[in-house]
């Protein structure tokens, strides 16, 4: 080929076009070299890269490129295809190329290290030398909490240092430091203070959001003790803690260590610091505790609302009496084994302490006598299970909150000058020990439209009586039990006897409490809902028996719950559901707890449970709002040191429809109008309630309500010595000079003076008038009406033949006013002049015994123990007094 026809070569210098050349060409096809890009590399000028780039040249070269973001070598940048340089901190590395350029190398590693190292000892080596070491005695005084009435105005002020003492570790029995060593920390005598290995769970724990941790060791807990003004559960607290516990351990000697720990350590029932656990559990001083003593108290120190023979289930539903007693057992025992196996502690020694040590009652302060004990316990408690942010009661004992109540003062002082107007009249244990002795009386009172608790009567005096009566003690309900039965019947219907157990409500047949008839027979034979007889484990039948074996026949509803007769609600819970009837109670204000007893006997339905005063106050206080649920409460906020940290949320349900409600309340009118609750009538008020007696006469209530206010009010007998093993419900008959008592006597007598007094001022408001419900249902052997031929459908048939026990029927009570034939008897079943008592049968209608006075006809609640011959679910005959 002739010299002149070749082309020109091409520039063999690098930059920015040999570069965007080269990266053109790794990106295509290659492209098939020129004759001269066939020749060495060398004669490239020095500085140029060559004309021809290989493929893995030529994408570094753009790589470089593109990190670069284009320049040349001017200084402005790498050029593309030109070593990069390096810099002082060489990070992404210069030399390195995709993702090794961001591996930092092992000296990069490794000066890291040593610089994180260095900070975390120079941080640590200030943040030791800025601490300072607590005392003990400024941190043993804490602030007060103060409690205010619902008008604003101080109800108590407790806490401060009512309740401290700091002794010295030579006070402090040998006994009590070895308990605490053997169940706290074993090598409290020899560690430095700080468990890392904890602190480290506990950092991480926190920092990945789950559950916080304490320090391990008795010193980080007396400087957690110590530390009151900073008690968060925080990264920053817990650091601060680390080095203060690490100076503590450095500086102070251990049994200077000890002896702040627990005079800082909190025992439960307010007492703070071992001298005052001493004479709060056991009235002495901490030197003249015995090991075994110390065994317990140091059990306490695990918590003390668990491990309190006394209970706190105001605080916590698993603290009963019952289980902390059994754990704090389990607990003394255990640390007293400890002791041995640690030397502490001769086994010959430890055999001699066979017996728990019993505490001593829980007492108040002097300054919380009267009611103020239990208001101030009471709303410490509202305030505890209902915050958000996890205080306790040892949070609250350290002082420094304002805490505002629902209490209202006059209403308050009202209800306790009714009870003992009451007391003081008619109980005398010198004129008769055996029958008024250990009588109580507990009442509570919720205002329908928000739950506010307003007043309650927890006992005699808080620093005398120590259970609060208002809340829950045991006492069982009885017939005021019923309406519930009555609401769920109104509410599911009754059971088809021919589907199965479960039925949904459009199964069922809703229940009218007026064209609705029960069998109200005495000793009737109780069958399941589909006709079965219902049998016990043992296979022996329910044969209910109501109040002065006295027989009603054919009754309603309405007349059954105003005599109170007992047959009728025990078939018609039967008949809708034992277990619906639970639920409904529940959804009316019953808590779901061991107190709503979980049997499923028939007596379940005429109260063998046992709510507190202010749960079945607030529970009628549904009925009252028209089906509107709000649970009762104490405190409205709380502020710490001005600052508000709680506010009530009460969030309101509906338990009932209106119609449900509304038609509940028109039947307990009629209890107060006409039946067994007539000596709680208020002048110029309409008034709806239930009267309660439960068997064996061990207690009786009386719960009751305006459109305004709410009030329940029961009485019992109870011993209060609460180291008493065999404590139990005594009989009340005979006492207060009583044949026996009943709902409509001293609690009803109760409630109409206080209620009195409550809605002075206050307008007289009716209730709303409740729509018709529910369809004629039939039950216990009570059958549907049928017209004789011979008679026109609006005249009365021929008289029922039912099945009954062959007890005789009894006549109204010659005092108690003549049922209403509109109500009782319906033209239905041949009623008579004494509003259809008076009842024929197969074994010739005899009339037995005339029935006492009215404040002996109410029902007899003979299943209410669990008890009366059936409510254990193992006896024959069963009955409540309601």
Sequence with gaps: MSEHRRKPSQPQGGGRAAARRAAQQSSGRRAAPSRESTASPSGAHDGEEPAFLSRADARRAAQRGGRRGGGGGDGSGRGRGEPGKKRLIDYPRHNKDGWQRWMPSWKQTTGLGVAFVGSILLAG????????????????????NVYYWDDGTQLAATGGSANRQVIGIAQIPAAMQNAVISAENKSFRKDPGVDFMGMGRALYNMAMGGNTQGGSTITQQYVKNARLGDQSQTLDRKYKELF????????????????????????GRGAWGIQAAARTYYGKDAEKLNPSECAFLASLLKGATLYDPAGNPGYNPNATAAKNTDRAKKRWAWILGEMVKDGHLDAAQRDKYTEFPMPKPVRQSDDLGGQIGYLVDLAKANFINNNTQGLTVEDLSKGGYEIHTTFNKNKVAQLEKAVSKVKKANIDPKARPKTDTHVQFGGASVAP?????????????????????????????GSTFKPFVLAAAMQHGKRDPSLGPDQSDAQRTLVSPDKSVYNGDNKLKIKNYDGSVWTNEEDKE????????????????????????????????MDVGISTVRDVA???????????????????SIGVSSPSAIRMAGSYATFAASGKQNDPYSVTKVLKRGKPIYEHDGKEKTAFSAQIADNVTDVLKTVVEKGTGTSAKLEGRQVAG?????DGNKSAWFVGYTPQLSTAIDMYRLDDDESNKDRKFEEMFGTGGQDKIHGASFPAEIWQDYMKEALKGEKALPFP????????????????????????????????????????????????????????????????DNGGNNQGNDNGGVTGDPSPSTSESEEENGGADGGGGGGDGTGFFAGTRG
């Excluded at 080596?125 to 007060?144: G, H, R």
């Excluded at 000697?253 to 909190?266: F, R, V």
């Excluded at 209910?544 to 719950?561: F, H, T, V």
Aim: proline share 9%.
């Design 769 to 832: 008038k409740p729509e018709p419900i529910g369809e004629a249902v039939y039950g216990g052997g009570a059958a549907s009406p049928e017209p004789s031929p011979s008679e026109s459908p609006d005249e009365s048939p021929s008289e029922s033949v039912i099945e009954s026990p062959s007890e005789s029927v009894t006549e109204s009570p010659a005092d108690s006013p003549s049922p209403d034939p509109s109500e009782s008897c319906k033209k239905l079943f041949g009623c008579d």
């Design 449 to 477: 439209d928000s739950g506010k608790i307003v007043a309650i009567y927890g006992g005699e005096d808080a620093t005398k009586h120590y259970t609060n009566n208002a809340d829950q003690t045991g006492a069982q309900v």
């Design 690 to 694: 239930k009267t309660g007696t439960t």
């Design 125 to 144: 080596t200030v943040s030791y030398a800025l601490v300072q070491v607590p005392d003990q005695n400024l941190a043993s005084k804490a602030e007060n």
């Design 542 to 573: 329910w044969l209910q028996r109501n109040d002065g074996d006295k027989s009603y026949g054919p009754i309603d509803l309405r007349e059954a719950m105003r005599e109170s007769a007992n047959s009728p609600f025990v078939q018609l819970g």
């Design 586 to 604: 529940i959804a009316a204000g019953l808590r779901d707890d061991e107190t709503l007893s979980k049997s499923n006997v028939p007596s379940f």
């Design 244 to 267: 203060i516990s690490m100076k503590v351990g450095s500086k102070m000697k251990k049994p200077a260590i000890m002896e702040g720990y627990l005079n800082t350590s909190y025992y």
